[in-house]
Antibody, heavy 118, light 113 residues
Framework: EVQLVESGGALVQPGGSLRLSCAAS????????MHWVRQAPGKGLVWVSR????????NYADSVKGRFTISRDNAKNTLYLQMNSLRAEDTAVYYC???????????WGQGTLVTVSS | DIVMTQSPDSLAVSLGERATINCKSS????????????LAWYQQKPGQPPKLLIY???TRESGVPDRFSGSGSGTDFALTISSLQAEDVAVYYC?????????FGQGTRLEIK
């Protein structure tokens, strides 16, 4: 059974940093692109970033480019999102997600809440 | 970026009646070489992650009840629930995965009338 479990969400001050983790199990982790998608409270879904299976290719939403870094540790079956220079508008539930076919997400974690506030 | 626009923003339908949610993309998401529309539909209930319902615009994900169906091509799509059940109350999102960044519609809240 595919499982994705996020952790690392917290309350952080504007300008601060945080690292999110997503522990994956139930599938061959290195075979799949992995994604981060976020959802601000009461708002819609917004794609944040993705990384390919060996970590050599990454993409970011313009809103986080230069501030967030996606990475993975395939030995630990874990996906990461390093978030720096956090802003109030980064407040959201962050989900890790995996596609089965192309870019439609069959698997989602339960999410981890990041709150950026003073 | 491809902009996805859903209509309506909210919808109230009686139990057993049909519900239709529309989604329009700012450019075509039809990949002509394979004739596939790179369009998915999700259902999200409060406190839960989204659940994939439909991919390739009209293919039902495994385990999804057959009252859910997707249609459309190019830039205009629809999600139809043929006979609304109480458990279908949720927010529904369309998403294009034709180009990066993948983008979602703003969501349609479906309620019972």
């Amino acid at each position: 059974e595919v499982q994705l479990v996020e952790s690392g969400g917290a309350l952080v001050q504007p300008g601060g940093s945080l690292r999110l983790s997503c522990a994956a199990s139930g599938f061959t982790f290195t075979n799949y692109w992995m994604h981060w998608v976020r959802q601000a409270p009461g708002k819609g879904l917004v794609w944040v970033s993705r990384i390919n299976g060996d970590g050599s290719s990454t993409n970011y939403a313009d809103s986080v480019k230069g501030r967030f870094t996606i990475s993975r540790d395939n030995a630990k079956n874990t996906l990461y999102l390093q978030m720096n220079s956090l802003r109030a508008e980064d407040t959201a539930v962050y989900y890790c997600a995996r596609a089965v076919r192309y870019g439609d997400y069959s698997y989602w974690g339960q999410g981890t809440l990041v709150t950026v506030s003073s | 970026d491809i902009v996805m626009t859903q209509s309506p923003d909210s919808l109230a339908v009686s139990l057993g009646e049909r519900a239709t949610i529309n989604c329009k993309s700012s450019q075509s998401v039809l990949y002509r070489s394979n004739n596939d529309n790179y369009l998915a539909w999700y259902q999200q209930k409060p406190g839960q992650p989204p659940k994939l319902l439909i991919y390739w615009a009209s293919t039902r994900e495994s385990g999804v009840p057959d009252r859910f169906s997707g249609s459309g091509s190019g830039t205009d799509f629809a999600l139809t629930i043929s006979s609304l059940q109480a458990e279908d109350v949720a927010v529904y999102y369309c998403q294009q995965y034709y180009s990066t960044p993948p983008t979602f519609g703003q969501g349609t809240r479906l309620e019972i009338k």
